[in-house]
C-alpha cells in the first residue's frame, strides 16, 4: 500500500512559478514509477509527466514539454514537479500517482492516488 500526498499548488499569475511535491509512505517507493496528471473542471484526467522507477526517465505531454521538469528524491520518498512559464490553461486540480510499471502515461494503470492540489494560473 502507497499512500500519497500533494502540496504546493496555489495561485500564480502567467509566466510564474510553482513547485509540486508529492510525499510518498511506505519503504517500496523507489520501486514505482510516480507520474503527474491533471484535471480540469469538465475535462477528462491527463498524463503531465512520469518519472520511471530505477534509472529515473522521464516523459512529458507535449503540452509541458520544456515547461515542466519532474524529478524524485528516492531517500525523501518524494517527488516534485516544478512548473516553469504557467499558462492559464496548466490550472487545474494536479495528483501524483504511482504504478509498478516502468513506463505508463494512462491514468488508469495507475495503482495509488493523492487527493490532488488545486493550480490556479491567472491571465
Known amino acids: 500500500q502507497v499512500q500519497l500526498v500533494e502540496s504546493g499548488g496555489g495561485l500564480v499569475q502567467a509566466g510564474g512559478s510553482l513547485r509540486l511535491s508529492c510525499a510518498a509512505s511506505g519503504r517500496t517507493f523507489s520501486s514505482y514509477t510516480m507520474g503527474w496528471f491533471r484535471q480540469a473542471p469538465g475535462k477528462e484526467r491527463e498524463f503531465v509527466a512520469a518519472i520511471s522507477w530505477g534509472s529515473g526517465s522521464t516523459w512529458y505531454a507535449d503540452s509541458v514539454k520544456g515547461r515542466f521538469t519532474i524529478s524524485r528524491d528516492n531517500a525523501k520518498n518524494t517527488v516534485y514537479l516544478q512548473m516553469n512559464s504557467l499558462k492559464p490553461e496548466d490550472s487545474a486540480v494536479y495528483y501524483c500517482?504511482?504504478?509498478?510499471?516502468?513506463?505508463?502515461?494512462?491514468?488508469?494503470?495507475?495503482?495509488?492516488w493523492g487527493q490532488g492540489t488545486q493550480v490556479t494560473v491567472s491571465s
Open positions: 500517482a504511482a504504478v509498478r510499471v516502468w513506463h505508463s502515461t494512462l491514468p488508469h494503470e495507475y495503482d495509488y
